[in-house]
């Protein structure tokens, strides 16, 4: 495990913590505020020892350069509401008045600097923007587990010139995934979904090492019922897809994992709320209809599954759930996991919005804000914004 908060000494010290603070605004407002209400926790422990807190965090694609729509101070705004303490937000990232601001500070003190993509150093790992940053702090603070698979100065350059640890969101983040990577409670079972194939190959790859049930669904199963020869009609498959499909089904032949694909499917001859819909057979799907949900036979099967898990993880909506008629499977498999006696996680964008559309979210042990660094993760893959922290010494 990593050093985190807890392990360093932060009264009086001057503490640059990388949160992310990346959420959708609407003419000015935050919309959804749950990855400001994540860093929540790392924000106030440091307040009430008396650290001072210098936030650092990007907020949507900028082009290297000042976007007035993308400052951070609707953000600090809404901070300052949820703290319940005044909140400084200041228009630079570094550079002198950064630093005559950071002096001017308090202990429990709170300060958000500028987006830190403004910068164009920032997403090259430029050692320059190490230097002037580092300069502001006494500790580094790395609480954007989402952001940890970048190699930016704010999420990992910065370990170069600071004691680095990890903040209390990345800590039960890696936590709840290094957990079912390592001992998952059995019987293990991961339903998999979503858009496209060719994004999650590793991840299916790891999962039919690991898990005991492997659950396919959303557009994603389409490719693998056409490598099996069904008839897709309409849906939209890419040709890498089912390639890999095809190799993830002959890897599950001789995985102890049980692959399952969907039985049947809510079928549509067009994308929209008031579409006729009409439920087939899966290797069925006539002409001129695309596939758009699982069928409720397949979603009672996945249900069941799920309710007999030790440990589930999900990831990828089972259709179209962003429109009424193909949401049914999503919100079984959501109904189910919260329903399910053994631990719950959940991550991926759309996933997690789909649990939270139905209001479920309470009901999970873990939902990720991680989105593509939580898939990297279970890939196996080395993610920089983590390896960078100090390591605990093994208990
Ligand atoms: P996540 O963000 O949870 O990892 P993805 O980004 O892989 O999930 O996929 C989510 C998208 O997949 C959703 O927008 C959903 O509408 C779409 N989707 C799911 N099933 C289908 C389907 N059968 N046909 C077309 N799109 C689908
Ligand atoms: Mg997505």
Not at 198 to 221: C, E, N, P, S, Y
């Amino acid at each position: 495990m990593k050093k985190t908060v807890r392990d360093i000494e932060v009264a009086d010290k001057r503490v640059l913590v990388r949160v992310d603070f990346n959420v959708p605004l609407k003419d000015g407002q935050v919309v959804d505020d749950s990855r400001i209400r994540a860093a929540l926790p790392t924000i106030q422990y440091l307040r009430e020892r008396g650290g001072r807190v210098i936030l650092l965090s990007h907020l949507g694609r900028p082009k290297d350069a000042p976007d007035p729509a993308l400052r951070l101070d609707p953000v600090a705004l809404h901070l300052a509401q949820l703290l319940g303490a005044p909140v400084r937000k200041l228009d630079e990232l570094c550079g002198p008045s950064v630093e005559a601001a950071v002096a001017a500070m308090k202990p429990g003190d709170v300060l958000v600097l500028e987006n830190t993509r403004f910068d164009p150093r920032e997403k090259k790992n430029d050692p320059s923007l190490v230097e002037e940053l580092a300069r502001l702090a006494d500790v580094y603070v790395n609480d954007a587990f989402s952001a940890a698979h970048r190699a930016h100065v704010s999420t990992a350059g910065l370990a170069m010139k600071l004691p680095a640890v990890a903040g209390f969101q990345m800590e039960k983040e890696l936590l709840a995934l290094e957990g079912l990577l390592a001992k998952p409670q059995r019987p293990f079972v991961v339903v998999l979904g979503g858009a496209k194939v060719t994004d999650k190959v590793k991840v299916i790859d790891r999962f039919l090492d690991l898990a005991d049930r492997l659950l396919i669904g959303g557009a994603m199963a389409l490719a693998f019922l056409k490598a099996q020869g069904g008839e897709v009609g309409a849906s939209k498959v890419e040709e890498e897809g089912l390639e890999a499909a095809a190799a993830a089904l002959a890897r599950a032949s001789s995985s102890r994992c049980e692959l399952s694909l969907p039985t049947d499917l809510v079928v549509a001859e067009e994308l929209s709320e008031s579409a006729e819909t009409k439920v087939v057979a899966a290797k069925a799907v006539p002409a001129g209809w695309m596939a758009l949900d699982i069928g409720s036979r397949t979603a009672a099967l996945y249900a069941e599954a799920i309710a007999q898990a030790g440990e589930v993880f999900w990831n990828g909506p089972m259709g179209v759930f962003e429109l009424a008629p193909f949401a049914e499977g999503t919100r079984a498999v959501a109904e189910a996991m919260a329903a399910c006696p053994g631990i719950t996680v959940v991550g991926g964008g759309d996933s997690v919005a789909a649990v939270n559309k139905f209001g479920l979210a309470e009901k999970m042990d873990h939902v990720s804000m991680g989105g593509g660094a939580s898939l990297e993760y279970i890939e196996g893959a080395a993610l920089p914004g983590v390896e960078v922290l100090a390591d605990r010494e093994s208990e």
